[in-house]
């Protein structure tokens, strides 16, 4: 574990003048703006680099990264579904020394700070990409997706349980001092305790969500689709899901949260505020248009000066209850 001076702070060169975008997210991470990139939809951002003004980012997440090369899932791996889209890309990666290899050393000399998302199948390979990540040049932070089956605990998730989900935490907690944000998994019935845990674990921020666990079928209805017959569902679909879990977690955890799922228009930003995230990370409407991130941060600030607003401040947890509203799981339908 080293102990680092701080990084990044949000630079001023781009800033509109007297506006504050800027977003703390503990640890000495403070991003430039709350427009971030989502895992696996950015590749490891210099694969745009000739269409898309990479330096202006909130943040990039990178693809998922594993201790050892991963070919990914059987194909097919995506299919379009209304509203969104369903993919089994099984975290296709070079591995983490070919990472850092390959594209630490560009991303160093960048102003974005890069967070790189961090997968495995115990808690043992989360930790050791954490260590050869820590201290690593260009590496501004990690993003654990741990949405990712738990060999030691029958191949079940890390993100649906709050002792595993807190353990794969504090253990990474233990080996580096990097800003740490952990994703959540939708696919739970109440996801408050797992927030939980994670803050008590150690964590800086959290992402959410990841993709929602979903299938479909083949043309000739002999088989499911995907070669991995279940596929992750992102896209607008999934935003009302995601707004309801940023809601709840806003009003369980005392971290950030960075909310993802279906962004595609300011009205979403606006709302992912609205409801007590600080930041948002885009990711399916980039495979439509790239450019549409850095365009987000013009029309925030723009809405900002509509509004008369130094900050977006502000506009964070406008929709969050005074008092704390009874949790999902308690139901839709039936009122006691
Ligand atoms: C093709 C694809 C690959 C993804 N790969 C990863 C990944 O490696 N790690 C991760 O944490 N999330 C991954 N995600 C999930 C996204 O980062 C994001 O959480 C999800 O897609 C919801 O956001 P969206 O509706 O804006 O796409 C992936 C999503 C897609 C569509």
């Known amino acids: 574990m080293t102990a680092r001076p701080t990084t990044h702070h949000a630079p001023e060169a781009v800033a509109t003048p007297g506006l504050d975008l800027s977003v ?3 640890r000495g991470l403070v991003l430039p703006n709350p ?34 090369p991963r070919i990914g899932n059987p194909t097919p791996r995506v299919t379009e579904t209304p509203g969104g889209m369903l993919n089994s890309i099984g975290l296709q990666n070079p591995g983490v020394d070919t990472v850092v290899e390959k594209y630490a050393g560009t991303w160093a000399g960048w102003r974005v700070p890069v967070l790189v998302n961090v997968a495995g199948e115990s808690v043992k390979d989360y930790v050791e990409v954490t260590r050869r990540l820590d201290g690593v040049p260009g590496v501004a932070g990690i993003e654990l997706n741990i949405s990712c ?16 989900a807190g353990e794969v935490t504090a253990a990474v907690r233990r080996a580096t001092d990097l800003p740490l944000l952990v994703k959540l998994s939708p696919n739970v019935a109440d996801v408050r305790p797992i927030a939980k845990a994670i803050e008590d674990a150690g964590a ?6 990841n993709t929602l666990s979903g299938i479909a ?5 002999d088989r499911p689709l995907l070669g991995n017959v279940f596929g992750g569902l992102s896209g607008p679909a999934i935003k009302p899901v995601a707004l309801r879990i940023v809601y709840e977690v806003a009003q369980s955890v005392r971290i950030p949260i960075v909310a993802i799922g279906g962004v595609t228009e300011l009205a979403d930003v606006l709302d992912y505020l609205a409801v007590g995230a600080v930041a948002v990370q885009v990711g ?6 790239p450019t549409l991130p850095v365009r987000l941060i013009d029309e925030l600030a723009a809405e900002c000066g509509r509004r008369g607003l130094d900050s977006h401040r502000p506009l964070i947890g406008t929709a969050l209850p005074k008092k ?9 339908e039936y009122r006691p």
């Open 204 to 209: 800086d921020a959290l992402t959410a969500i």
């Open 24 to 26: 703390d997210l503990g």
């Open 149 to 164: 089956p738990n060999v030691g605990r029958g191949g079940l998730q890390f993100a649906i349980d709050a002792s595993a």
């Open 35 to 68: 427009i971030l990139v989502a895992s696996g939809t950015f590749g490891y951002g210099i694969e745009y680099g000739d269409v898309v003004e990479v330096d202006r980012l909130g943040a990039i997440c990178c693809k998922g990264t594993t201790l050892k």
């Open 217 to 221: 079928v083949s043309p000739s209805r």
């Open 324 to 332: 704390r509203s009874a949790p999902s799981a308690k139901g839709v």
């Open 284 to 289: 399916t409407a980039i495979f439509a248009d």
